[in-house]
């Protein structure tokens, strides 16, 4: 069991309260939000690996560069603000989703012998996709684990459980990739991306199930028993965020997916444990939420970064004037951010600062979302610095930089959809096709 940390994990909790108060019209609130954000963080900052701590220190130097820059040259000191006030609505949504482990985890089979063969891993790929779309990370993490703990996991059973996850980002509404596309992209529309994302995933799934499972070693495989009862909570979300955005439409779409995600937890939680349900909820606040230190410190640092970066443009009257941004424009912001992220950056930190360069000038948002949204799917896949690669490399004894070696292929083939993916929605969107 992780240690206890009832400061830190309250902390976050504060943040979340604070910044769902701040969206629901007490905008004076984000100033709270803020310092409880930056007091975890604060005391979070140890517990990052070394390489992430370079990344956060990178940004955050970078980041007050700028806002020192720009207060220097008359720069609007508000940018200092947006820096205190960083991604507090993305933090709180991924907090909030954090909490559905609690009642999502009991829903998938914990003593049932594992399957094998190429259906039983078709089942698992699709699985680990629809429940990872809700709880995220989690979802990698129980799956892999229990393959793990009968004999190591093989690079198979590793690719399938990490494409699955993956390619959820090009769509699900509770992965830190919307949260940070739709702050990254104003405007964009959180339906539009959602079906367009999907295609693409069930595309990306389709060829990546294609790809992995016509090995002959897919028929000996052993996969995870996945039960389809289990996909019923990330349906009832994922139903829930739509309906509930098309009556509030004036909500921010991070905030119905926090609210409906602690919502979801706390009924299920006292409804299924009762009494007990109340000690759950404190261990994952002071033991669970503590770990959180990446992605807090990543997301605070990249709204360091973007303030900074927008502080110093406006200083130096910087402005990118795009005369055209279509399908090829894209697909080729696309290639440049997948091989930054081949590199080690992050797609947080690519998209954060893409987004400052290139959303005041694009006329369609929707489509340089799209461009986000695929760049962190593959960015991720692609990576070797990337969370996903780095839990599978040290919880499961993978050789390091394996995966970029392994998903090399993949990503190529999934630019290759991404293109005509980019090109259709244009040519859908066009006037001469309405």
Known sequence: MQ???????YSLLALVVFALLASLGFSSLAVVAGFFAWLAAFRLLPRL?????????????????????????????SWWLKAWEANQALLSMLISVSFLRLVAISDLAAKEALPQGRKALWK??????????VINFSAMIIMGDRLHSRKPLSPLQALVISRGFTLAAHWSPFFAAMGVVLVSAPGADLLTLMSVGSVVALLGLFLAGWWLL???????????????????LPLTLAISVLLAHSLW????????VSFLSLLFTLVLLFLRYQKRGFKRLRQHIEHTLPTMSGETLLFLAAGVLAAGLGAFMQAVDFSLQVSYFGPWQAWFLLVVLVALSGVGVHPVISIATAGGIFAPSVED?????????MTWSLGVAFSPLSGTQLAMQGRYGLPAHA??????????????VHLLALHTYVFLTSDRFL
């Not at 016509?214 to 019923?232: D, G």
């Not at 439409?249 to 119905?256: A, K, N, Q």
């Open 403 to 416: 995966f970029t070696r392994w998903n090399f292929g993949f990503v190529l083939m999934m630019l290759v």
């Open 3 to 9: 240690r206890a940390d009832a400061l830190t994990g």
């Open 124 to 133: 698992t790929l699709l699985g680990v996709h629809a429940f990872g779309a």
């Open 365 to 373: 948002p929707n489509l340089l979302a799209l461009v986000f949204l």
């Open 49 to 77: 690996a070394g390489l992430q701590k370079i990344q956060v220190t990178v940004m955050l130097v970078v980041g007050s560069a700028g806002l020192l820059w720009g207060q220097w040259h008359a720069a609007d000191v």
């Open 249 to 256: 439409e004036e909500l921010p779409i991070l905030t119905l």
């Open 214 to 232: 016509q090995t002959p070693e897919a028929a000996t495989t052993q996969a995870y028993p996945m039960h389809w009862r289990a996909l019923t």
